[in-house]
């Protein structure tokens, strides 16, 4: 099972402005999307899911299989409470690989509980002077080993690292 980690951020590490406004590129959206419609499923935080269902962007990138970490009870089957419950369902489902997709909250405790292999960044060129991280505020350090650099436009580079344990 691999989980992969896959964010577009500024050049300062944010994912998105404190209003949740995210003025990325469409080489960003595109190769996003494609590694969506690849790995056909998704691991988002209950806020980033409410973002993408009311600006439907599910339908924009393959209608992929998609659970919602949440503390809060939900009648849904695709609504768990951990990121371990989110992995065991999709394990369940038949994947072999899995996307993580934010936002701030839901990558931490993916990363603070080493539950990640694999991360993308596509950095975008912008800096935000306040805004959601890429990693809301928990105590870890990673290392990284850095598999692949990409130009994905004039402007933006996309990162892939390998996560050593
Ligand atoms: N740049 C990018 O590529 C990108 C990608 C995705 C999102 N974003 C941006 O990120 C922002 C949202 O990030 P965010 O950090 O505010 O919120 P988030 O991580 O999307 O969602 C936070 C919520 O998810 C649930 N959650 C997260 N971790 C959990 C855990 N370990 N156990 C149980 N529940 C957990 C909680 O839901 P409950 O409150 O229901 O308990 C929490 O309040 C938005 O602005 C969005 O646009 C950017």
């Given at each position: 099972?691999?989980v992969?980690?896959y964010?577009a951020?500024?050049?300062n590490?944010?994912i998105a402005?404190e209003?949740?406004?995210?003025?990325w590129?469409?080489?960003?959206?595109?190769?996003?999307s494609e590694?969506?419609k690849?790995?056909?499923n998704?691991i988002?935080?209950?806020?980033t899911?409410?973002i993408m269902?009311?600006?439907?962007e599910f339908?924009?990138i393959g209608?992929p299989f998609?659970v919602?970490?949440s503390?809060?009870?939900?009648?849904?089957?695709?609504?768990?409470?951990?990121?371990?419950?989110a992995?065991?369902?999709l394990?369940?489902?038949g994947f072999s690989?899995?996307?993580v997709a934010?936002g701030?909250m839901?990558n931490?405790?993916?990363m603070?509980?080493g539950?990640?292999?694999?991360?993308?960044l596509d950095v975008e060129p912008?800096f935000?002077g306040?805004?959601?991280?890429?990693?809301?505020?928990?105590?870890?350090?990673t290392?990284?080993?850095?598999?692949?650099?990409?130009?994905?436009?004039?402007?933006?580079i996309q990162?892939?690292?390998?996560?050593l344990?």
């Open positions: 099972m691999k992969i980690l964010m951020i500024t050049a590490g944010y402005k209003n949740n406004e995210t003025p590129s469409n080489e960003e959206w595109k190769s996003f590694k969506v690849e790995i056909k998704l988002i935080g209950r806020k899911f409410e269902d009311k600006e439907k339908q924009k209608n998609t919602i970490v503390n809060k009870e939900e009648n849904s089957f695709n609504f768990v409470n951990s990121p371990e419950q992995i065991n369902l394990k369940q489902k690989k899995i996307l934010g701030g839901l931490s405790s993916f603070q509980k539950l990640v292999d694999e991360i993308y912008f935000f306040k805004g959601i991280k890429l990693f809301a505020n928990n105590d870890f350090e290392k990284l080993e850095l598999l692949e650099t990409k130009q994905l436009s004039k402007n933006t990162l892939h690292y390998r996560i344990k």
